[in-house]
């Protein structure tokens, strides 16, 4: 069971890496497990400013898992109009909405109950710490 555990933790962690690395917004992870009819464990949930900004998420996210974990998403979807696009990997699922249609839509309040915990931009801290050892 830790080594199932270990490997959702690992999949969250490059999940998140890989929207950071391209400046996703209001990144959030909720943890669905406590509910009884959920599609999966977690919901990793973030915005991005213009369709653009949504697919180069998308594809980050996507390139970060397959580079370190091997996996990849069993669905996809909205890539056509980039207004929100859905990366599945059963056990989590990414949310990559364009900013006015994640307030329209509002998953967290859908949600509500579930934890919510909203993870530290670790490339933004490596990259400032690079800076801080160069001085």
């Known amino acids: 069971m830790r080594k199932k555990t270990d490997a959702i933790e690992n999949l969250i962690e490059c999940i998140i890496r890989g929207i950071f690395e391209k400046q996703g917004l209001d990144v959030i992870k909720l943890n669905l497990k406590n509910f009884e009819n959920r599609i999966a ?6 915005h991005g400013n213009s369709v653009t900004q949504v697919e ?25 109009n980039r207004y929100w ?16 249609y994640r307030s ?18 670790v490339v933004k801290e490596k990259k400032a710490y690079g800076r801080r050892r160069k001085q």
């Open 41 to 46: 464990d977690y919901y990793i949930i973030c």
């Open 56 to 80: 180069s998420i998308a594809e980050s996210v996507e390139d970060t898992v397959r580079k370190e974990t091997g996996e990849k998403p069993v669905h996809v979807e909205g890539l056509e």
């Open 85 to 100: 696009v859905l990366l599945d990997y059963s056990n989590v699922i990414v949310h990559v909405f364009l900013s006015e």
């Open 104 to 121: 329209f839509y509002s998953l967290e309040s859908l949600w509500a109950d579930a934890e919510i915990e909203k993870p530290v931009d």
